[in-house]
């Protein structure tokens, strides 16, 4: 499933609305972890990063595993600092108020069905 359809679907807010043309992306697994560690070792290219940290080092994971983008629920509060470095580095980052546990129920279903 795009990116974008999963965005919309759940009602997702977008941190990096000038990255657009990466929405496109389909999605195929998620990377559902807050420890950096375990998303080095075992997250692949196109994942999309679900995660309540929100700091630098969240970042530098993404891209590291070339994820599809970053997702932060429990409207955990993004530091501008790092939306603006995710823009810069055609990362997106997404937000939420729903738990990590609802999202995620909703986009196994979403992504394994469609």
């Known amino acids: ?8 679907i759940n009602d997702l807010k977008r941190l990096t609305p000038e ?4 929405e ?3 999605i195929k697994d998620l990377m559902v972890t807050d420890l950096m560690s375990h998303a080095m070792s075992l997250g692949k290219k196109g994942m999309l990063f679900v995660t309540i ?3 630098k080092n969240v970042l530098a994971v993404a891209l590291l595993k070339e994820f599809s983008a970053i997702l932060v629920p429990y409207d955990v509060e993004v530091p501008e600092i790092l939306i603006k470095e995710a823009a810069i580095r055609d990362m997106p ?4 108020p729903e738990s990590t546990y609802h999202l995620i129920g909703q986009m196994y279903q979403q992504i394994n069905i469609s």
């Not at 499933?1 to 919309?8: F, G, R, T, V």
């Not at 990255?19 to 990466?22: F, G, N, Q, S, V």
């Open 93 to 96: 980052i997404y937000s939420s």
């Open 19 to 22: 990255i657009k043309e990466l």
């Open 1 to 8: 499933m795009k990116l974008s359809k999963i965005a919309e």
């Open 24 to 26: 496109e992306q389909e």
């Open 53 to 55: 940290q929100a700091h």
